[in-house]
């Protein structure tokens, strides 16, 4: 049974910083290229970061110098580290892993960013 579980997820300030986790169980971790990406409510989701397996990563623009994505093979767990935040950043946030020709997806966590 593959799961993908993301914990971090809370309300903070704008300029304030959350630090999203997902662990991974039931897949070999360490050869999927992982990934976070969002939701807005009356919006589509969107790719926020990746990771492949060989730690080379990718942000969307609206991110970069803001937020890294990093992972923890040991562990089985991917983060997304969120500095500066903006009231735009507020979405629910997925995990997800991706090994061809399979792709796995979190529940979510939800992030607000308000004054």
């Known amino acids: 049974q593959v799961q993908l579980v993301e914990s971090g997820g809370g309300s903070v300030q704008p300029g304030g910083s959350l630090r999203l986790s997902c662990a991974a169980s039931?897949?070999?971790?360490?050869?999927?290229?992982m990934g976070w990406y969002r939701q807005a409510p009356g919006k589509q989701r969107e790719l926020v970061a990746t990771?492949?397996?060989?730690?080379?990563?990718n942000y969307a623009d609206s991110v970069k110098g803001r937020f890294t994505i990093s992972r923890d093979n040991a562990k089985n767990t991917v983060y997304l580290q969120m500095n500066s935040l903006k009231p735009e950043d507020t979405a629910v946030y997925y995990c997800?892993?991706?090994?061809?020709?399979?792709?796995?997806w979190g529940q979510g966590t939800q992030v607000t960013v308000s004054s």
């Open positions: 997800n892993g991706n090994i061809r020709p399979y792709e796995y």
């Open positions: 039931g897949i070999r971790f360490v050869i999927n290229t």
């Open positions: 990771i492949t397996s060989g730690d080379q990563t």
